[in-house]
Nanobody
Framework: QVQLAESGGGLVQPGGSLTLSCAAS????????MGWYRQAPGKQRELVAS??????NYGDSVKGRFTITRDNAKNTVYLLMNNLEAEDTAVYYC?????????????WGQGTQVTVSS
């Protein structure tokens, strides 16, 4: 079983920075795609950023402000968030998935709250 443990959420002022961490434990595939999603009240969960061993992908609203990195040795993914805006306020969820044959294995963390407010 795979577990994803997030940390680093909190309250930050507009224009500030915050770094989220997600440590994966268990039998995680070396080919797993790891990423961050977020969900604001009344809105659907959306992709923030994802990373494979060779590529990154960002949601349009965070391009140029957020950076996702991955430490394969530690099975940990980080999300550096700069120039935060009130619209970034949401619960942020870590995600990992890979395919075993035709079957998609998909795992979520418990979520961490990020609040951007003065």
């Amino acid at each position: 079983q795979v577990q994803l443990a997030e940390s680093g959420g909190g309250l930050v002022q507009p224009g500030g920075s915050l770094t989220l961490s997600c440590a994966a434990s268990g039998s995680i595939s070396s080919g797993a795609v790891m990423g961050w999603y977020r969900q604001a009240p009344g809105k659907q969960r959306e992709l923030v950023a994802s990373v494979t061993r060779s590529d990154t992908n960002y949601g349009d609203s965070v391009k140029g402000r957020f950076t996702i990195t991955r430490d394969n040795a530690k099975n940990t993914v980080y999300l550096l968030m700069n120039n935060l805006e009130a619209e970034d306020t949401a619960v942020y969820y870590c995600n990992a998935y890979w395919f075993s044959g035709w079957r998609k294995l998909n795992f979520w963390g418990q979520g961490t709250q990020v609040t951007v407010s003065s």
